[in-house]
């Protein structure tokens, strides 16, 4: 089920997300209606706060690069993450983001080039993965999310000032 997006400045997206407990079909209902909604809304990444739910859920599903431009993003290539911690970070590297919760916004932002993180599945098996791509930079950003925090913090101050600036202009035009 697609579910709606919440949408920047929403107090919610600042919540710092629980850790989950139960691996059970709630969960896997919650899963699922991320995906759904991800892939609804052009997305390739999105965490349970996303939509309203306060828990450590996150997915990632990056393109194939090599499948045809309008080719769907297979849910089997899913990396459904549940109460994610990164063991490592190193290097930095800077790289374009947007975000499902800023529509319209895409910014350079810095993060670490390398990551290692341990992670759980839908069903409670604990896995650790290790990246230095697009993937690293995926899970750092949805991985922000799950602890209140938006792209646009890591900002320069003059960048995140006109970025306010732009946001409200936008906002009001809407009205």
Not at 60 to 87: F, G, R, S, Y
Not at 141 to 167: A, P, T
Request: charged share 35%; aromatic share 6%.
């Amino acid at each position: 089920m697609v579910r709606d997006i919440v949408v920047y400045p929403d107090k919610r997206l600042k919540l710092v997300s629980k850790e989950i407990t139960s691996f059970d079909n709630e969960l896997h209902t919650l899963l699922d209606d991320m995906y759904d909604t991800m892939i609804a809304k052009g997305g390739v990444g999105l965490a349970a706060i996303q939509i309203g739910v306060d828990k450590q859920a996150l997915i990632i599903n990056i393109p194939d690069d090599n499948a045809p431009e309008d080719a769907q993003q297979p849910k089997e290539n899913t990396l459904e993450m549940i109460n994610p911690v990164i063991l490592e970070a190193d290097g930095t590297e800077k790289s374009q983001e947007g975000c499902l919760s800023v529509p319209g916004v895409y910014e350079d932002v810095t993060r670490a080039k390398h990551v290692v993180v341990k992670y759980f599945d839908r069903n409670g098996e604990e896995h650790t993965i290790e990246d230095d791509g697009f993937l690293a930079v995926a899970m750092q950003h949805e991985m922000d999310h799950l602890n209140g925090k938006l792209f646009i913090e890591k900002l320069s101050i003059i960048k995140r000032k006109k970025f306010e600036k732009e946001w409200k202009k936008r906002a009001k035009a809407k009205r």
